[in-house]
Nanobody, 123 residues
Framework: VQLQASGGGLVQNGGSLRLSCAAS????????MGWFRQAPEKEVSFVSS????????YYGDSVQGRFTISRDNAKNTVYLRMDSLKPEDTAVYYC?????????????????WGQGTQVTVSS
């Protein structure tokens, strides 16, 4: 299984970015996908998840209303649209996959992880 995250970069306060995560080596359409992030000297935190069909999404409190998760099962790709970015959103963002929708916000329930992409929001 390979998860390849991309789309990170440097953006100004209030700006937008779209992250992508391309998956291979798994039947993508049956997997719940999640995004997590880790800021310097902080623990991994839940950002968002999306069910296998895309019909159910969840967001962490700090990103609710600003971030949007989506997926394209035909392209084996999950996206994270990030709007109204703040300096506190600065972190390495990771995509992850799991075969069921339980415990969607718990990072240790996801067996498959991408390499991470850096997002830096300047003030």
């Amino acid at each position: 299984v390979q998860l390849q995250a991309s789309g990170g970069g440097l953006v100004q306060n209030g700006g937008s970015l779209r992250l992508s995560c391309a998956a291979s080596g798994l039947t993508f359409s049956i997997y719940t996908m999640g995004w997590f992030r880790q800021a310097p000297e902080k623990e991994v935190s839940f950002v968002s998840s999306i069910s296998s069909s895309g019909s159910t999404t969840y967001y962490g409190d700090s990103v609710q209303g600003r971030f949007t998760i989506s997926r394209d099962n035909a392209k084996n790709t999950v996206y994270l649209r990030m709007d109204s970015l703040k300096p506190e959103d600065t972190a390495v963002y990771y995509c992850a996959a799991k075969s069921n929708g339980r415990s969607y916000s718990q990072f240790n329930s996801y067996p498959y992880w991408g390499q991470g992409t850096q997002v830096t929001v300047s003030s």
